[in-house]
């Protein structure tokens, strides 16, 4: 069964003291709040401090990307066994600002999909398009293809997609419940040929703010959410989550 979840990824915010006061306010939030899984997803180097925060609260850990390989001569990157280590059990992977700022291809993501997965940690495979092909009446395609590159690399294990409409990010323009629900449909259509599994949970993730939760919830066939910036304000977040327990 598809489980619902909502993800935080605090992109390049928050020092040690502000990621252990936004964990806490989140944690404290969620108390006596059951049914939907939350992650949260901080900066490398708060993944030990945000762990201490959450442990025993049934809060999920996650890193917002890891390398390719478990250890190497890789100076600067940060491997799926140590943001394992640290205490993540998620990982976001193909995130488009990794896709577009930093060259990710979809091999390359699926290089670390797999490693990823046979470390153990559960991945969040983010997919989407940007406007260019939006209009065009391609997003279909393109998302489809997306999910069959990196095919060969889902095992059995958990795996989570989070749907990005790039346009979407950071532009204040979220994409309706209507049309999330009918690209939603084409994403669920795409893992059923290419991976032959029907338990895959899929988030919408492109500016999810308090304001628009209900219409996504409500309409946008969708299994949850990875917010962005509303991750960083524990009581925006906290009323996503709630939209979602209550469906």
């Not at 996650?62 to 940060?78: E, F």
């Not at 193909?94 to 999909?113: C, F, N, P, V, W």
Request: aromatic share 6%; proline share 3%; charged share 15%.
């Amino acid at each position: 069964m598809r489980e619902p979840v909502v993800v935080g990824n605090w992109k390049m915010h928050t020092t040690l003291a502000e990621a252990r006061s936004l964990a806490e306010g989140i944690r404290n939030g969620c108390r006596g709040l059951a049914g939907v899984h939350v992650v949260l997803c901080p900066p490398f180097t708060a993944l030990a401090a945000v762990s201490e925060v959450l442990a025993g609260s049934g809060i999920l850990l996650g890193a917002q990307d890891c390398h390719w390989a478990t250890h190497g001569a890789y100076t600067g990157a940060v491997s799926p066994v140590q943001v394992a280590d640290a205490g993540a059990r998620v990982v976001i992977l193909g995130h488009s600002e990794r896709r577009q700022l930093y060259g990710e291809t979809d091999a390359l993501i699926a290089r670390k999909l797999a490693v990823a997965m046979e470390t153990g940690l559960t991945p969040v495979l983010c997919i989407g398009e940007d406007l260019r092909v939006r209009d065009s009446g391609g997003a279909a395609v393109h998302l489809a293809e997306q999910v069959h590159a990196v095919a060969s690399a889902v095992t059995s294990g958990p795996i989570v997609v989070a749907y990005e409409p790039i346009w979407a990010i950071g532009t204040g323009r979220n994409a309706s419940g209507a049309l999330c629900a009918e690209t939603v449909g084409e994403v669920r259509s795409a893992i059923s040929r290419f991976w032959s599994r029907s338990d895959v949970a899929v988030l919408y993730g492109g500016s999810v703010t308090p304001e628009n939760v209900e219409d996504l919830v409500t309409n946008g066939a969708i299994d949850g959410f990875l917010v962005g910036g509303a991750s960083l304000d524990s009581s925006k977040f906290l009323a996503i989550y709630t939209a979602l327990v209550r469906t």
